[in-house]
């Protein structure tokens, strides 16, 4: 029996739609790595999250690309708070590092750092930390 050209057309269609399919599942862990490769992250930040410090004279993140410094922040709170510190600033030995200079010893306690990073995209990456000082001796 013959098939009407209505039912080959659509067998056309979903054939190519499974081996377009098929395509994607297989090109995707390869794609995903680019990805990573391509968009901003944090790599590596002093304090470390949840790192216990005696004293702290600055924030630094690192990232995996240059990030644009307009839009990117770095904000230290204190008990929810944001504290008044200032503006992060690149690095000069390293591109891909912002530093935040704190202007102020910061005292026992817990902090939480939140952070923006402008890409060279123009996407925006978000992420945060807590980290703890103690200055008593133990």
Do not use: C
């Not at 098929?22 to 790595?33: H, N, Q, S, V, W």
């Not at 944090?42 to 600055?58: F, H, K, M, N, T």
Request: hydrophobic residues 45%; charged residues 25%.
């Amino acid at each position: 029996m013959a098939k009407s050209p209505i039912t080959d057309a659509r067998d056309r269609i979903l054939t190519g739609l499974a081996v377009a399919a098929i395509a994607i599942m297989a090109f995707a862990p390869g794609r995903a790595l680019i990805a990573e490769r391509l968009h901003l992250r944090l790599e590596a930040s002093a304090p470390a999250a949840d790192q216990i410090v005696s004293g702290v004279d600055q924030i630094r993140l690192e990232f995996s690309q240059t990030p644009q410094m307009t839009g990117t922040r770095i904000r230290v709170l204190s008990a929810g708070a944001p504290l008044d510190l200032g503006d992060a600033i690149a690095s000069e030995e390293d591109e891909t590092v912002v530093l935040l200079p704190l202007s102020t010893e910061l005292r026992d306690g817990a902090y939480e750092v939140r952070w923006r990073a402008m890409s060279q995209d123009g996407h925006p990456v978000t992420g945060d930390f807590a980290f703890t000082v103690e200055t008593r001796a133990r």
